[in-house]
């Protein structure tokens, strides 16, 4: 079975840092490409960064771009997002899926399956 | 603010036929597949129809989509109670290489 597991949100203060974890299993990492999909409480959903299977392609949306940092390691079949600078406006569940292929872009496909996602909540 | 532009809200009684319309531009509908996600209260977001008018395994016919230029659209036949959920679009952008979802219609079952 596909799972997706994401784990280390939490609290942080206007300008701090945080990295989230995804943690694959039940298929080949590398061959899938990976996304950071986020949710802010009661508001639709905002695509955040993807990474391509082999990792050498990234994209981020404007809003994060030079703040977060999208990687991965496939030999842990891992997925992370370096959060910096962050701003009371970031706060939101972050959910990580998979593409149905290797590329990041429309090549890739649709998102499935999605983790249940990791709560981040900036707030001084 | 969605590039995507879908109606915040739709209903219908059980039984009915609903549509929920996603509209966008050249360089993200007009150019490549829509995917659509139903989210149900509570939990993560679920992958309904791809590539326009594919049904993963499980999702019931009653569910369909298709896509005419730069417009998609999600219809729900036989409504039921169970279906009340968010329903998102979403398609890669050519011009700006980003994923884009829909601001969300949240479908409800009068």
């Known amino acids: 079975e596909v799972q997706l597991l994401e784990s280390g949100g939490g609290l942080v203060r206007p300008g701090g840092s945080l990295r989230l974890s995804c943690a694959a299993s039940g298929f080949t990492f590398s061959r899938h490409a990976m996304h950071w999909v986020r949710q802010a409480p009661g508001k639709g959903l905002e695509w955040v960064s993807s990474i391509s299977g082999r990792g050498d392609y990234t994209y981020s949306a404007d809003s994060v771009r030079g703040r977060f940092t999208i990687s991965r390691d496939n030999s842990n079949n891992t997925l992370y997002l370096q959060l910096n600078s962050l701003r009371t406006e970031d706060t939101a569940f972050y959910f990580c899926?998979?593409?149905?292929?290797?590329?990041?872009?429309?090549?890739?496909?649709?998102?499935?399956?999605w983790g249940h996602g990791t709560l981040v909540t900036v707030s001084s | 603010q969605s590039v995507l532009t879908q109606p915040p809200s739709a209903s219908g009684t059980p039984g009915q036929t609903v549509t929920i319309s996603c509209s966008g531009t050249s360089s993200n509908i007009g150019s490549n597949s829509v995917h659509w996600y139903q989210q149900l209260p509570g939990t993560a977001p679920k992958l309904l129809i791809y590539s326009n008018n594919q049904r993963p395994s499980g999702v019931p016919d009653r569910f369909s989509g298709s896509k005419s230029g730069a417009s998609a659209s999600l219809a729900i036949s036989g409504l039921q109670s169970a279906d009340e959920a968010d329903y998102y679009c979403a398609t890669w952008d050519d011009s700006l290489n980003v994923w884009m979802f829909g601001g969300g219609t949240k479908l409800t079952a009068l």
């Open positions: 899926s998979r593409s149905f292929g290797v590329l990041v872009g429309a090549e890739g496909g649709w998102f499935a399956p």
